[in-house]
């Protein structure tokens, strides 16, 4: 590689390119502005060490655009030509890259981003003459040594920044892996966001009184740092900022810290914590399964902040007018009893949800909004439930003072058996009883009005759901909840198993009607149904067999969704809309027949990893995105004429496929479409597009 004399980092430089064309060359996409300059959007070639040419077709090469080799898997350096004068963010973003020459006027406008998680980089050299910009043993400041704009990823032990530098850019040191140790002078004011995410081999980092801001992500997967002292000017803790620091065991906050979201999900050692600060956000400690205790300051702890705390048994308030929001402590599977002061505020009983040793949820007496008994949580004058301890077991009769059941009032009560609702009770609630794995059998009495179409999601043993005969709105037949006139299939319970042919009185499935129920392998759909909805037999993992009649004009997205037994399926041709994702996730599938109506398919094979053999009837005129996706059985597949645009990323990963026929019709191909399909030749008519898009690709072609 060549040393070259500059790389300049200047944020005002904007170049516009005016796009006049676009086009593939040995491996380059790029487009050419109306000043006749190139400018590089991608590399899809097979090169090792690539020289970037100074010219293509004539014009000068003068930028390299954003993410134009971000993820490559075969890079190990880059050359670039005197021509380039700019380089975008996240250019260089590629594990394999140990080296990068450049040369004279260089622009890097992503800073340390443009050269992001380049693990493997040795060093970035610049010119002892260049104006703006130095290099110290590999390391690259601004000319007079105030910015440390990045550090290379090989690097290994200590770090002292010099006391020059009074910036560090975002993510100088990102994916320095070698590095374990670092000193930050007194001079630094701002950790920026990323500055050390995924230095795994980091165990200590002193930071000076100084610090008065710590940026988004700027310790995420610090995975070997043991503890840290927070500075006592810092206020706020952002989003992901020590996140999968996984040997974390202490941490000191300043009073009044505010703790962003998903800022130490992940720190499976810390074992314990004072919140100070005003704000717990959303998934702040997601996922800490060593932390036993907390003590709360603040006004306001956000959804799923102490989700998955599984060792979590006390739970402290220091502070009035604290608001929980749901699921807050969904999943604390070792609490067992929290008392809840005068003053809290709660987002309905939700916030305590899959907490499957929880006995008791206790209210002051004083409390204004809430009142317990036996350990249930109600609003105060008893009339809605708003949350049943999940640790709970057997039956469970419901007071007659209740007329409404809460959202997710039972969700995750494992050792619930049977619950008798009473006639007062005029409305469920949405997943009021999801999860409850021992309730087999449910009564729903003439009262209820109102019941939502989750309500008994992931009910995997209940059998049957009973209506009272004399309820307006619904009824069941054989244990199925219905609408009362029939015509709407609401609730199949998650326990029945074989085979269902849902009655030809049936005009709509509801939504979750079928989600997930693991123990149906066969279906008939309704004659009398034109549209199969949105994630309708989503999960069905058991599911082998459909039979899909012609009235059905539509089926939704992700209607099969990972049903991992189905074999086979035949679309009739009165189907003339496909969803996406449709058979997303479908392992088993092997052959598919596509209706001849259909004029778009798009991500309805993606992991399909059976699938065999797929005909595409002449009515398709596009293919979307991520059709075919990690299909890694399917060895050919023939386009036909009809079809006149290709999207994005249709083919990657398709390991075995060595044959795509793509008809001259077609004058429109996505990016990333073979992406480590590298076996593939594209079988075509000389001088067409897909001949243009599979030389300059570096794809083998065939003429037809």
Known sequence: ????????????????????????????????????????????????????????????????????????????????????????????SSKRIFGVSVLTGLSAKGGGYTFYQCANLKAINVAEDNP??????????????????????????????????????????????????????????????????????????????????IGYAAFEGCSSLRAITIPKNVTSIPGYAFKNCSSLTSITLPDNTDIGHDAFSGCTSLTSIDIPGSWVGSNAFDGCTSLTSIDISGNWVCSNAF??????????????????????????????SITIPNTIKLDGGSSFTECPSLQEINIAENNPKYASEN?????????????YP??????????????????????????????????????????????????TSVNIPASVTSLFLDVFYNCDNLRSISVDENNAEYTSIDGVLFSKDKTKLLEYPGGKEGHYAIPDHVAVIGSSAFLGKKGLTSIDISKNMTEIPYNAFSGCSNLVTVNIPDSVAKINSRAFFRCTSLAQIIIPDSVTEL??????????????????????????????????????????????????????????????????????????????????????????????????????????????????????????????
């Open 1 to 92: 590689m060549r040393k070259g004399n500059a790389i300049s980092l200047i944020l005002l430089l904007i170049i516009s390119t005016n796009a006049i064309f676009a086009a593939s060359y040995k491996g380059f996409h790029y487009e050419v502005n109306a000043r006749k300059e190139v400018t590089i959007h991608a590399y899809y070639g097979k090169a090792t060490d690539l020289q970037i040419p100074e010219t293509i077709d004539g014009n000068k090469v003068t930028a390299i655009g954003e993410y134009a080799f971000a993820g490559n898997s075969t890079l190990t350096s880059v050359t670039i030509p005197n021509s380039v004068i700019f380089i975008g963010f996240l250019s260089y």
């Open 132 to 213: 703006i910009y130095t290099s110290e043993d590999g390391i690259l400041f601004d000319k007079d040594k105030t910015m440390l704009i990045k550090y290379p990823g090989t690097k290994v032990g200590a770090y002292v920044i010099p006391e020059s530098v009074v910036s560090i850019e975002s993510a100088a040191f990102d994916s320095c892996v070698g590095l374990t140790q670092i000193t930050v002078p007194n001079t630094i004011k701002i950790i920026n966001e990323s500055t050390f995410r995924n230095c795994t081999n980091l165990t200590s980092i002193d930071l000076p009184e100084s610090i008065k801001s």
């Open 307 to 336: 989700r998955g705390c599984s060792s979590l048994t006390s739970v402290t308030f220091s502070r009035d007018n604290t608001s929980i929001d749901g699921d807050a402590f969904r999943g604390c599977s070792s609490l067992v």
């Open 375 to 387: 350990g249930v949580l109600f609003n105060k004058d008893k009339t809605t439930l708003l949350a």
């Open 390 to 439: 999940g640790g709970k077991t057997g039956e469970y009769v419901i007071p007659s003072s209740v007329t409404s059941i809460a959202r997710s009032a039972f969700d995750g009560c494992l050792n619930l058996t049977a619950i008798t609702i009473p006639d007062s009770v005029s409305n469920i609630g949405s997943q009021a009883f999801a999860g409850c794995l021992k309730l």
């Open 579 to 704: 969803g996406s994702q449709m058979f997303h996730g479908c392992t088993s599938l092997t052959e598919v027949k596509i209706s001849n109506s259909v004029t778009v398919i798009s991500a309805m094979f993606a992991d399909c990893t059976s699938l065999t053999k797929v005909t595409i009837p002449d009515s398709v005129k596009m293919i979307g995105g991520r059709t075919f996706y990690g299909c890694t059985n399917l060895t050919e597949i023939v386009i036909p004429e009809s079809v006149t645009r290709i999207g994005y990323a249709n083919f990657v990963y398709c390991t075995a496929l060595t044959s795509v026929t793509i008809p001259s019709s077609v004058t429109s191909i996505g990016e990333d479409n073979f992406v480590g399909s590298n076996n593939v030749t594209i079988f075509t008519t000389q001088g067409s597009y897909a001949d243009s898009f599979a030389q300059g690709n570096e794809i083998d072609v065939a003429y037809l």
